[in-house]
């Protein structure tokens, strides 16, 4: 079977986060391609240190839909993923391995990204949605545990994929000269941000209905204690000890 998938650019700038999918299932050919799409990502000293945990019991879902708070994406997505970084395969042939380094945690949080990005990209080019699921560290020790990972292995976050039940509007992000700077770094621009400020508060209100922008939200999401236990969990995994 020959799969279509749009180019690359047009499928990057079109991207949106789809929560609300229809019941057909992702094709074995279309998940292989998907799949087969992120392994080829780049990875550090080619450790190749992500591993993927597809769920398809749904008790299993509901337990992971159930951490933080009910997401109708995880009972309606036909494909949902888990993004761990897994240094215990590693830890398996050289036990020897100083994993406790923090930089083994970047390595691996980094090689997640990368892989979860070629994968939704590729999804996304075949005409499918998904969306981010980071809120299943709001429970770390709860997602390990239903996911039995042993040490060495962090859950990084989920992705739901399926064919796309919703068609909701691009949110922009922030321009070019707040995100690249040459040569060194530079600040952002106060008139830049006013602009953006403007922009996004236009579209919270034509998207539902709320009086804010992107200041305010990050003003409010940064102002109290962010998921205090991971730390702990990073220790207990055998990690970020030095």
């Known amino acids: 079977m020959t799969l279509s998938s749009k180019p690359v650019i047009e499928t990057a700038l079109a991207h949106r986060s789809i929560r ?22 780049s990875t550090s000293n080619f450790f190749q240190s992500t591993h993927i945990i597809r769920v398809t019991d749904p008790e299993v879902r509901t337990q992971i839909r159930d951490i933080g708070r009910a997401l109708s994406s995880i009972d309606t997505c036909a494909e949902l993923l888990i993004f761990c970084f897994d240094f215990a395969k590693h830890q398996s042939f050289a036990p020897e391995s100083q994993l406790d380094w923090t930089e083994m945690v970047l390595i691996g949080a980094v090689d997640c990204g990368i892989i979860a990005q070629n994968v939704m990209l590729a999804a996304e080019s075949l005409g499918l949605g998904g969306v981010y699921l980071g809120y299943i560290r709001n429970d770390i020790n709860r997602t390990t545990e239903i996911l039995k990972l042993p040490k060495h292995v962090v859950p990084m976050f989920g992705m739901a994929l399926g064919h796309p039940a919703q068609d909701p509007m691009l949110r922009s992000r922030l321009p070019l000269e707040a995100m690249v700077s040459e040569n060194h770094y530079q600040p952002i621009d106060e008139q830049v941000l006013a602009d953006y400020r403007t922009l996004t508060r236009a579209y919270y209100q034509e998207r539902s209905k709320m009086d804010t922008d992107w200041v305010e939200q990050m003003t409010e999401s940064l102002k109290g204690e962010i998921r205090p236990e991971i730390l702990p969990f990073l220790h207990k995994q055998g990690f970020a000890q030095k």
């Open 20 to 41: 609300k999918f229809t019941d057909e299932p992702i094709s074995s050919e279309q998940l292989t391609a998907i799949l087969n799409a992120g392994r080829a990502g």
